[in-house]
Each structure stands twice: as C-alpha cells, then as structure tokens.
C-alpha cells in the first residue's frame, strides 16, 4: 500500500508541475548563450532558462565579490581606524560618513537584482540587452562613456543608456547604481534592517515609472519563478 502511494503521489506531483507551469531554478553555468544572439522560436521555458544561465551566475559573482568587500570595509570601520582606502571608497560611494558608507556597500538580496533583470530586459531579450549588454535599462548621462541611443525620446532629447562589455559589468554597475542614487535612500536603509526581498522591492518605487505597482510586479516575479532560492 505504501509504494502504491508513492507511486500515485509522485505521478499527481509531476501532472501538478506540467498543468500549473512549477518553475525551474535550475542553472547550467557552461551554457553557450551569449547576450548578444537571442534564438529565434524559443518557448517561455526555454526563455526563461537561458535567462538564468546568462544571469545568475554573474549575479553570483557580483554578489560575492561586494559582499567580500563590504565585510572586509566594515572590519576596518569598526575598528575606529580610518585610512587611504576608506577615504577613497567614501568618495567613490558619495558617502557622507564611514557608516554611511557600510550601508552603501552592503549588496542587497539577490533574488531583486534577478527580478529586476528579467523585467527590465524582458528575460534578456531586449534591444537594450542584445545592442548593449544593459539589462537594467541604466541611463547615460556621460557622452565620453560607451552608450547607445534608446528608440525613444523626452521631447526633443535624445535618451541614451550605457553599454557594457559583459552581463557582469552590467550587474556590477545596477548595484552601484542602488548604492549611490540618491532617490534609493529608503532602499538602502531598508536592506540594514532586512535581506527579505518582500520588503526590499516596495522601497524600489522610484526605480520605475510605475511607482508603487513596480515593487508589486517584483514580487509576482519573486514568486512564481522562485528567484528567492537564489537568496
């Protein structure tokens, strides 16, 4: 009676993942894609599993290497000592003080840096992504800077974004971007307190035009596509 159980329930599990759409986390970190070249006639699943094999082992790696940083700057900080190197994070964070400084440099969880990449580069598809390795649709403001004209404009102003030589680049310049924009203040704050994404992306509302609705989009896209195992 017992295998016959197992046998019903692993067979109402698999029917469950194939009528409802269960998704996959799963990440091949030797894949061939390339941000570049988007396949044609690809299916949502197989959309989706390039988008995480070109993204989250860059995320990964971006997170790491911040979070081994930060951890190494607090060490300093929490000593008294200030130095050289404090000095020059501090003006390259725009920081007002060596604390202020730590909250900057503290990456925030990586299932919202996964979710906001695949909204913002509809799953890494997006002119933006293929022309530009920008998967965060970041502005440019630098014409000395490597960057691409967007399709559209502000009145007579062109817009232009940044341009990147890699998916890495991409996500290590978003955190920056979150670190020292002065508009993400309550975000920054908020990831002090909490890794929960839940609360994170409601203080991304001035990431988007969207407002309010953005952060609640975030969560729908945390969710279903279960970025939180990422975290």
């Known amino acids: 009676m017992k295998t016959k159980t197992l046998i019903t329930l692993a067979l109402v599990l698999f029917l469950s993942s194939s009528l409802y759409g269960i998704q996959s986390t799963k990440v091949n970190p030797d894949t061939k894609y390339t941000a570049s070249v988007v396949p044609k006639k690809m299916t949502v699943q197989a959309k989706k599993q390039r988008f995480r094999d070109l993204v989250v082992p860059a995320v990964n790696k971006v997170y790491a290497d911040l979070d081994a940083e930060y951890k190494q700057t607090k060490k300093i900080v929490d000593s008294g000592k200030s130095n050289a190197t404090i000095e020059k994070l ?9 604390q202020d400084l730590l909250v900057r440099m503290k990456p925030h969880a990586k299932s919202v840096a996964i979710a906001q990449a695949a909204m913002e580069s509809a799953w890494a598809t997006s002119r933006f992504t293929r022309v530009a390795t920008n998967l965060f649709g970041v502005w440019s403001f630098n014409k000395n800077e490597p960057r691409v004209a967007a399709g559209e404009k502000r009145g007579k102003k062109t817009i232009y974004v940044k341009k990147y030589a890699n998916v890495e680049a991409s996500i290590r310049d978003y955190y920056r971007v979150l670190a020292t924009g002065r508009v993400f203040g309550a975000f920054r704050a908020e990831k002090m307190k909490s890794n929960d994404p839940y609360k994170l992306v409601k203080k ?18 945390i969710k279903y596509n279960r970025f939180y195992e990422f975290d």
């Open 90 to 98: 501090m003006k390259s964070y725009s920081a007002k003080s060596p």
């Open 204 to 221: 991304l509302d001035k990431y988007s035009e969207k407002g309010v609705e953005y952060g609640k989009e975030l969560t729908s896209m």
